[in-house]
T-cell receptor, first 111, second 114 residues
Framework: GENVEQHPSTLSVQEGDSAVIKCTYS??????FPWYKQELGKGSQLIID?????GEKKDQRIAVTLNKTAKHFSLHITETQPEDSAVYFC??????????FGTGTSLTVIP | DAGVTQSPTHLIKTRGQHVTLRCSPI?????VSWYQQVLGQGPQFIFQ???????GRGNFPDRFSARQFPNYSSELNVNALLLGDSALYLC?????????????FGPGTRLLVL
């Protein structure tokens, strides 16, 4: 099966600074890598995703990079705001669309 | 448009009981997946259904079962509950459940087994 590792487990940044969360995966057949933001009472929201034929994708303050050779991908949040505080999960999937999730990163943005 | 809905939102059961959790996918989505999220961990895949057929199953005991109805809604059943079944159960829907397809998650059902 697939094994996804996520680091760090907790991250605190000052408002306006950047935050980076890293994930590694084990199965080279994985081809889709979404990131979810989970807030209490709000469920899990897809914030960005990337497919294996792309090395980088950006959406306003959020970007994701993928290194297929090294089997790792990262979430970058720039100009962080207090409302970015949440738990973030990375995931990897392949044929069949079963998602394998990391263990989550609790991000706190300090005003 | 309504997103993925799940019911109930919270549930308390005792060991040995059974539980049924329900999920309604986004309108037009034909695939539903179930995940278990234990406190402090990421979601773990339990089942995927597409067009009422089981398409995938994670590493969970036979006490866990599910089904999908003609309207694409789904139920997750857990028999002989154990304390370790206490978790947030998430339902996700996607259009066809194909590889690389985005899944949209519901708010979850929080199950506590005493």
């Amino acid at each position: 099966g697939e094994n996804v590792e996520q680091h760090p487990s907790t991250l605190s940044v000052q408002e306006g600074d950047s935050a980076v969360i890293k994930c590694t995966y084990s199965d080279s057949a994985s081809n889709y890598f979404p990131w979810y933001k989970q807030e209490l009472g709000k469920g899990s929201q897809l914030i960005i995703d990337i497919r294996s034929n792309v090395g980088e994708k950006k959406d306003q303050r959020i970007a994701v990079t993928l290194n297929k050779t090294a089997k790792h991908f990262s979430l970058h949040i720039t100009e962080t705001q207090p409302e970015d505080s949440a738990v973030y999960f990375c995931a990897a999937s392949k044929a069949g669309n079963q998602f394998y999730f990391g263990t989550g990163t609790s991000l706190t943005v300090i005003p | 448009d309504a997103g993925v809905t799940q019911s109930p939102t919270h549930l308390i059961k005792t060991r040995g009981q059974h539980v049924t959790l329900r999920c309604s996918p986004i309108s037009g989505h034909k695939s539903v997946s179930w995940y278990q999220q234990v406190l402090g961990q990421g979601p773990q895949f339990i089942f995927q259904y597409y067009e009422k057929e089981e398409r995938g199953r994670g590493n969970f005991p036979d006490r866990f079962s599910a089904r999908q109805f003609p309207n694409y809604s789904s139920e997750l059943n857990v028999n002989a509950l154990l304390l370790g079944d206490s978790a947030l159960y998430l339902c996700a829907s996607s259009s066809s459940g194909s590889s690389g397809e985005t899944q949209y998650f519901g708010p979850g059902t929080r199950l506590l087994v005493l």
